[in-house]
């Protein structure tokens, strides 16, 4: 086989790194805590697929930390990842509530979350505010 002469020649690795660092230069963290955001949403979707619950739940807090950080960088985008934040936590529900005859885990902390008093639930989740999950 004969080498053809108009082939780039590869970069090398000097080229590599002042391209790369040209690349930092211009990314934003909005940039890649939006890139999280969207992929903590299609992972959670992934894991729900897969039955693994710690996951998707996981992947949900961290949505729900994150997104107020990049929200006013979304613009419109953000009723869109909030409507699919909102679908996940549903099905999440559904998963957990379809499992309920294991014990959930207690919440990070080490503590099991609080239980509605005897009133009933309190004003955050009544409001629906709350994300309680399994309910």
């Known amino acids: 086989m004969e080498e053809q002469p108009n082939q780039?020649?590869?970069p090398t690795e000097e080229q590599l790194r002042a391209a790369y660092e040209e690349q930092l230069k211009r990314l934003r963290v909005d940039d890649v805590l939006v890139q999280t955001v969207v992929s903590l949403i299609n992972l959670a979707a992934r894991k729900l697929e897969d039955s693994d619950l710690d996951q998707v739940?996981?992947?949900?807090?961290?949505?729900?930390?994150?997104?107020p950080l990049v929200e006013e960088a979304l613009g419109p985008d953000a009723a869109q990842i909030k409507a699919a934040l909102s679908q996940l936590q549903l099905?999440?529900?559904?998963?957990?509530?379809?499992?309920?005859?294991?014990?959930?885990?207690?919440a990070e902390?080490?503590?099991?979350?609080?239980?509605?008093?005897?009133?009933?639930?309190?004003p955050a989740q009544s409001s629906g505010?709350?994300?309680?999950?399994g309910q």
């Open 57 to 67: 739940r996981q992947a949900i807090e961290g949505t729900r930390a994150l997104l």
């Open 109 to 122: 902390g080490g503590s099991a979350p609080p239980e509605a008093g005897p009133e009933g639930p309190g």
């Open 91 to 106: 099905a999440y529900a559904r998963a957990a509530g379809a499992s309920a005859d294991a014990p959930a885990p207690p």
């Open 8 to 10: 780039p020649a590869e």
């Open 129 to 133: 505010r709350l994300w309680v999950p």
